[in-house]
């Protein structure tokens, strides 16, 4: 069972940044794709961004590309999610996420199996 526990959510102005941290609690380095969604109040939960296996391929939203970057630390069993230049519409809360991913399906919710608690996420205008 692969425990998910993010931090590094918080209040920033617009234009500011903020990185999140999604540790794991078993080996997913070489067993996962690793994830970020969101999910803003009266919204469904949305895809952020993926990241593969290896670390080598990425994939993002529309919405937050050229903004934030998702990277991971397979030795430390951690993904990370730096995001830059926030904006008010990027407030929500976040939620990491580590799956199988089959069928390149990176912006499905039902490609993955684990899911954090979430980390609220709030940008002032």
């Known amino acids: 069972q692969v425990q998910l526990v993010e931090s590094g959510g918080g209040l920033v102005q617009a234009g500011g940044s903020l990185r999140l941290s999604c540790a794991a609690s078993y080996r997913t380095s070489s067993t996962y794709v690793m994830g970020w969604f969101r999910q803003a109040p009266g919204n469904e939960r949305e895809f952020v961004a993926a990241?593969?296996?290896?670390?080598?391929?990425?994939y993002y939203a529309g919405s937050v590309k050229g903004r934030f970057t998702i990277s991971r630390d397979n030795a430390q069993e951690t993904v990370y999610l730096q995001m830059n230049r926030l904006k008010p519409e990027d407030t929500a809360v976040y939620y990491c996420?580590?799956?199988?991913?089959?069928?390149?399906?990176?912006?499905?919710?039902?490609?993955?199996?684990?899911w954090g608690q979430g980390t609220q996420v709030t940008v002032s205008s």
């Open positions: 990241i593969t296996r290896n670390g080598i391929d990425t």
């Open positions: 996420t580590a799956g199988p991913v089959y069928s390149g399906k990176y912006e499905s919710q039902t490609s993955y199996n684990y």
